[in-house]
């Protein structure tokens, strides 16, 4: 079979384990991926995850602000005439010219079974959904949002203890193999498309950061589900004395007590009770200190 030649569009933390994975068995020729933004106290710019495994790998890159309002990048892109061009988790809408640039197609690894959870937060939506079963879909883009025709699906489990971050990785391994295998081992002229269903849509929007508090409203395990979902990342919360105590992990707890207080399970572990039970937590972090110990932070507040 023909060598392709392959560009890849992405940006953030699952595109860049994807490069990583795919990069071993094939050669991407050119990447595209945002540009350094402003982060952390001194507000100095940080590459994308994406750059930073181009950079280590070797493979050439270009940088943009907004690809739609980006006519050089839009038009390097074009002049590359790939034969496929690889858009994983990039963040920005993809349209013409660059949609019918690539010979075979702009082709998508999103960890959903779309139509199911369109958008940007897929991992993230399904688990605080409390989802036992999502996928990896490998299909072309279209104009419209994670709309295009489906070259494969494959069915990943969700597991009670899975993270956003593990599952991401568990979606990334098995679409990257997914992918190698039409890429290395089938012709793009063999290659089968099928339209979404207009069934069972669903959409997974950008996470707000007030979706990470816990609020003694919840349930515990709508609550936990947060916590796999956004406690590594965007950050799950709630106040203590007027403080806001970030919970980075937690577990369930089949105990009752007042909603919204704290008592101290039987090995000093705080518990947070919520409206039908509670969560053990397990690494927290108080404004102005450094993460830690839930049972380490418990004493030393002396609670």
Avoid at 131 to 146: C, H, N, P, W, Y
């Amino acid at each position: 079979m023909q060598k392709l030649k392959i560009g890849f569009c992405s940006s953030g933390n699952f595109g860049a384990r994807c490069l990583e994975l795919i990069a071993q068995k094939v050669s991407i020729d050119f990447v595209v991926t945002s540009a350094p933004q402003k982060a952390g106290r001194g507000l100095t710019l940080k590459p994308t995850p994406v750059e930073e495994v181009a950079k280590k790998i070797g493979i050439p890159f270009v940088t943009t602000e907004r690809l739609s309002r980006d006519t050089e990048t839009t038009d390097f892109i074009v002049f590359q005439a790939c034969d496929v061009l690889l858009v994983i988790d990039f963040g920005h809408m993809v349209k013409e010219p660059v949609l019918s640039a690539p010979k075979y197609g702009c082709i998508n690894i999103h960890p959903s079974a779309v139509p199911q959870y369109r958008g940007s937060a897929p991992v993230q939506r399904a688990i605080m959904d409390g989802q036992k079963e999502t996928a990896v879909s490998i299909f072309r883009l279209d104009e419209g949002m994670d709309t295009g025709d489906i070259l494969s699906q494959v069915p990943v489990t969700i597991e009670d203890t899975d993270t956003t971050e593990s599952l991401e990785e568990k979606c990334a391994v098995v679409g990257s193999n997914e992918l190698l295998h039409f890429l290395c081992d089938v012709s793009p002229l063999d290659w089968t498309f099928t339209p979404q269903t207009s069934e069972g849509v669903s959409l997974a929007p950008k996470i707000e950061k007030s979706e990470g508090f816990l609020s003694e409203a919840l349930s515990a395990q709508v609550a936990l589900n947060r916590v796999r979902a956004l406690g590594q990342n965007m950050g799950t919360y709630f106040f203590w004395n007027n403080k806001r105590i970030r919970v980075f992990e937690a577990e369930y707890k089949n105990l009752q007590g007042e909603a919204g207080k704290l008592a101290l399970d039987t090995d000093g572990s705080p518990l947070l009770f919520f409206a039908d039970s509670a969560l053990k937590l397990l690494t927290v972090q108080s404004e102005g200190k450094k993460k830690c110990n839930a049972r380490d932070w418990a004493r030393g507040i002396r609670f």
